[in-house]
């Protein structure tokens, strides 16, 4: 499988996509949005988006299963699968607020071999590939270079419906507040991720996501140079509802920090 062109397809299909996204963000109303679980909204946008990258990725991979967040498609591939987050930020989204992505990764027996995070309102398009770069838009990017937390620009995300960890959550919160640059909270942790890969901050935790949430993100970090992780320092943070991401200089310290509360 050429990796490279495969690549150059799902950047199209992700600006196809996202193109149908932006276009009907003015026309949700309340009627067209569903619960699907405390904080944890979707809308007919996120089916039909999800309806035209599986079709698609199909006829690209047809012998690829899926992992995606709204189900469209839940075969699975024997060496390939893709997994998908058709509109990561959804409450952002139906708010009218930014950022809201279009995540895609694909993995190879297990291992993520492909990853593209198109950040929609800025037409901003983060990807790599297995042997590649990372880049956005065509330019090769990289972590950034702090050393410190107290150097460092934190982005995270809040718990929305697994509150079990909050009281932990909210003092490593106090923490970074405390000792960094200060703290980001976008609301889409696709998009977040992304933006370690560039070095526009510098670290990144969440806990209680999903492998749509995070997979195509944690791959372009470690392409763009820098490290990824569950909470314990592990490599289950795909599947395992715990990742955080740092530069290389700085992952050490940030690991052993937001393990301290957790």
């Not at 398009?125 to 065509?138: M, R, V």
Request: overall charge negative; aromatic content about 14%; hydrophobic content about 40%.
């Amino acid at each position: 499988m050429d990796f490279k062109i495969l690549c150059n397809h799902v950047i199209d299909l992700v600006k196809e996509v996202g193109q149908y996204i932006k276009e009907n963000q003015a026309k949700i109303v309340a009627s067209d949005i569903e619960s699907k679980g405390v904080h944890d909204f979707v809308s007919f946008v996120d089916k039909t988006a999800e309806k035209m990258l599986v079709e698609r990725l199909k006829t690209l991979t047809p012998e690829a299963g899926f992992i995606a967040e709204e189900k469209t498609d839940t075969s699975v591939g024997e060496k390939y699968n893709w997994i998908i987050d058709p509109l990561d930020g959804t409450t952002n989204y139906i708010h009218g607020y930014n950022p809201y992505a279009i995540s895609i990764a694909l993995q190879e027996d297990d291992n993520t071999v492909l990853g593209v995070v198109y950040e929609i309102s800025l037409d901003e398009c983060f990807y790599s590939y297995k042997g590649a770069d990372a880049f956005l838009n065509g330019d090769k990017i990289s972590v950034s270079e702090a050393n410190s937390i107290s150097s460092s620009l934190i982005a995270t995300g809040f718990p929305y419906y697994d509150f079990d960890d909050l009281s932990s959550y909210l003092k490593s919160l106090e923490y970074f507040i405390r000792n960094s640059h200060g703290v980001r909270r976008a609301g889409s942790a696709a998009t977040d991720l992304a933006y370690v890969a560039c070095g526009r901050f510098d670290a990144f935790y969440e806990y209680n996501l999903n492998a749509w949430d995070v997979a195509a993100g944690a791959f372009l970090i470690e392409q763009a140079g820098g490290m990824v992780s569950d909470f314990k320092a592990g490599n289950d943070y795909i599947f395992g509802r715990t990742i955080l991401g740092a530069n290389k200089n700085l992952y050490s310290e940030f690991q052993n920090k937001v393990e301290s509360f957790f």
